[in-house]
């Protein structure tokens, strides 16, 4: 069985930091590439950046490119997101996505 469980979120002022995690198991999980998504209630689903399976290469976003770093660690079968320069505008649920599977995301929230 496929599991993504996401981690990390909490509340954070604008300007500050948060690191997700996506614990991954059920599925080779260095042979796939990852993408982390965001969604606001009442909102479709936006893609925050991928991370492919080779060197690995990253992307990102134009909206987060500079602010947010993907990363993973195949050893520990876990992705990673560290999110810098937090806006409010960040605030979203953020799933851990390798298609068709998708994990129940963690909320992050970005308010003084």
């Known amino acids: 069985e496929v599991q993504l469980v996401e981690s990390g979120g909490g509340l954070v002022q604008p300007g500050g930091s948060l690191r997700l995690s996506c614990a991954a198991s059920?599925?080779?999980?260095?042979?796939?590439?990852m993408s982390w998504v965001r969604q606001v209630p009442g909102k479709g689903p936006e893609w925050v950046s991928n991370?492919?399976?080779?060197?690995?290469?990253?992307y990102y976003a134009d909206s987060v490119k500079c602010r947010f770093t993907i990363s993973r660690d195949n050893a520990k079968n876990t992705l990673y997101l560290q999110m810098n320069s937090l806006q409010p505008e960040d605030t979203a649920v953020y799933y851990c996505h390798t298609f068709p599977f998708r994990g129940q995301g963690t909320q992050v929230t970005v308010s003084s």
């Open positions: 991370i492919d399976t080779g060197r690995p290469t990253a």
């Open positions: 059920g599925f080779s999980f260095a042979s796939y590439d």
